[in-house]
């Protein structure tokens, strides 16, 4: 029995990102997120309801300031105490792991799909998603890009803009494009 769309994402398998159940789940995540971003602040919350309950994980003390864009939701982890300020995007096509006490500077985004490198596979949609796991009370600044399969370890600190392209070991504060260790 051949698998789905979304069982080879979920696998970490080559799948078509244009298939109709992977868009009726995207609309529900947009719609999660529309909810979120217009509800006002004091009928929001911490996080709109629809997005709190689309989220694998999420610590009740978890805070997302509105605007905010996932793929899919469902992927996503948040520990305790993880804050994300505006503008964050999270392209939830694999697991995404926030670890405790970390907090997202504005118009963050993290990436997990990647696409083919053969043009002809590309235009076919195919993606691949990686998993991106950031550790406990990791900083990551304004418009820093992670990029698909990246670790970054407990206590990092991620500069504002950098593009992270390579794991972070713990402690470590990396900067720049692509981002490198500094101190």
């Not at 109709?20 to 979120?36: C, D, G, K, N, Q």
């Not at 490198?117 to 998603?129: M, T, V, W």
């Not at 504002?160 to 390579?166: E, F």
Request: aromatic share 6%.
């Amino acid at each position: 029995m051949s698998k789905t769309e979304f069982e080879k994402m979920q696998a970490g398998e080559w799948y078509s990102c244009l298939d109709p159940e992977l868009t009726v789940m995207r609309r529900l995540a947009l719609e999660a997120s529309h909810e979120h971003s217009h509800l006002y602040p004091s009928e929001r919350g911490n996080i709109g309801p629809r997005l709190r309950a689309l989220f694998a994980q999420c610590a009740e003390d978890v805070r997302i300031e509105a605007r905010f864009h996932c793929a899919y939701g469902i992927n996503i982890h948040l520990g305790h105490d993880v804050f994300l300020n505006v503008g964050c995007v999270i392209l939830d096509t694999a697991p995404v792991h926030i670890g405790d006490h970390s907090m997202l500077g504005p118009n963050v985004q993290i990436y997990c799909a990647d696409h083919h490198r053969d043009p002809e596979l590309r235009k076919q949609h195919l993606e691949i998603a990686y998993p991106v796991t950031i550790g406990s009370n990791v900083w990551i600044g304004g418009g820093a890009i992670i990029l698909p399969g990246i670790t970054i370890g407990d206590n990092a600190i991620i500069g504002a803009g950098s593009v992270v392209t390579k794991d972070v070991a713990p402690g470590t504060t990396v900067v720049g494009n692509p981002a490198r260790p500094i101190g």
